[in-house]
């Protein structure tokens, strides 16, 4: 540039007499035929084809032609082929895949950790592909779900019981099986990570798999829930003492319970010990749903009364117990062949 000022020439020239052969550059149009052509100069490809063309290249200076090297200094500067950008912004692409024994999403939190600790200031990091599709819909989709399902059984069970209290006996008594689900993914997870038993028990995380298996568990722990407080209210209208109706209604319902539940869990066995292709997500879904189902039996046996006593005995402060006349008409003859 301070070579260009002292002969009189302006930056802008030495420019824009470069693109024009270099280039290309737009001079004018002209008419021919009925059609507007439009005019563009530029060197021919032979004499401009390395770097000793720019001597033959000159630029106006008054009333002479200078060479146009007298104004440019050249060195070689070495970039790359190809230029990655993402959103227009110019990106490295870098592919990573979680280690044995972690899931996707904890990948990407260590990827967000890691960019929070390491990244230059003005340097930023963007997900693509199905990293971006599952950090979008993870998360707090999950957590929709149950609340949902939750609400969902609270609403339905309020509406049979014509109780806003006594449902809470059936969904309080469904964490504890769920607990179960976690109990028995992390026990399979800490077994395969023993070098001997890794190969055959493979790797095991609280996936997608896992979650499916924990709506359905919702459900079907509602169930047995639900038939205990059903024997155990009835059992109150007939006039027993709260207490002992829990214990009669868990009682009646304790072979059925055990049985569709041993049911299944015994059915879900081969799942839980699946091989071949799809496997692991065949284990985690049979390991969380045996897992919850088992616990959960156990623990709704005994917690399910002690949860009806205490608030089918707050439902009774807010309405007392209507008792009804029983019809006893049926069993009349029955009760007459033994009084004779």
């Known amino acids: 540039a301070a070579t260009c000022k002292k002969v009189g020439i302006s930056p802008s020239d030495i420019l824009a007499t470069m693109q024009g052969y270099y280039g290309g550059l737009y001079a004018s149009n002209f008419n021919r035929f009925g ?9 021919d490809p032979a004499l401009r084809t390395n770097l000793e063309s720019l001597k033959n290249i000159k630029v106006r200076n008054g009333n ?13 500067v070495y970039g790359p082929d190809i230029i990655s950008r993402f959103n227009m912004y110019t990106s490295i692409k870098v592919m990573v895949a979680p280690a044995d024994g972690y899931t996707s999403g904890q990948a990407l939190k260590a990827i967000e950790e ?19 599709e ?14 949902l399902c939750f609400v969902f059984v609270y609403l339905l069970l309020s509406a049979q019981y014509e109780s806003y209290i006594l449902p809470l006996a059936v969904l309080l008594s469904i964490p504890f099986g769920l607990m179960g ?18 190969m055959i028990l493979g790797t095991m995380s ?13 459900g079907l722990l509602a169930k047995n829930a639900i038939l205990i407080v059903e024997f155990a209210l009835d059992r109150r209208r007939m006039g027993m003492s709260i207490t002992w109706a829990a214990v009669l209604g868990a009682a009646a319902r304790l072979r059925p319970i055990l049985m569709t539940s ?13 091989f071949g292709v799809g496997a692991h997500g065949n284990r985690t879904l049979g390991t969380a749903a045996i897992g919850g189902m088992f616990i959960g039996m156990i623990f709704q046996i005994f917690i399910v009364p002690v949860l009806f006593v205490v608030f089918q005995y707050l439902q009774e402060k807010f309405k007392p117990m209507e008792w009804e006349d029983v019809d006893n008409s049926d069993a009349e003859p029955e009760i007459e062949q033994y009084t004779k």
């Open 114 to 132: 890691v960019a929070g600790t390491t990244l230059l200031t003005g340097f930023g990091y963007e997900l693509g592909g199905m990293a971006r």
């Open 64 to 76: 002479e032609m200078a060479p146009i090297s007298q104004f440019v200094s050249i060195k070689k």
């Open 134 to 147: 599952e950090a979008e819909t993870s998360g707090s989709t999950t957590g929709l779900i149950f609340l």
């Open 181 to 198: 689900s976690f109990l028995f993914v992390q026990g399979w997870a800490a077994l395969g990570n023993i070098p001997a038993l890794k």
């Open 35 to 43: 059609k507007m052509y439009r005019v563009m100069v530029q060197a």
């Open 262 to 274: 041993l049911a299944m869990v015994v059915g879900l066995l081969p799942m839980m010990f699946a």
């Open 206 to 218: 609280n996936n997608i798999y896992m979650q499916i298996a924990l709506i359905m568990l919702v």
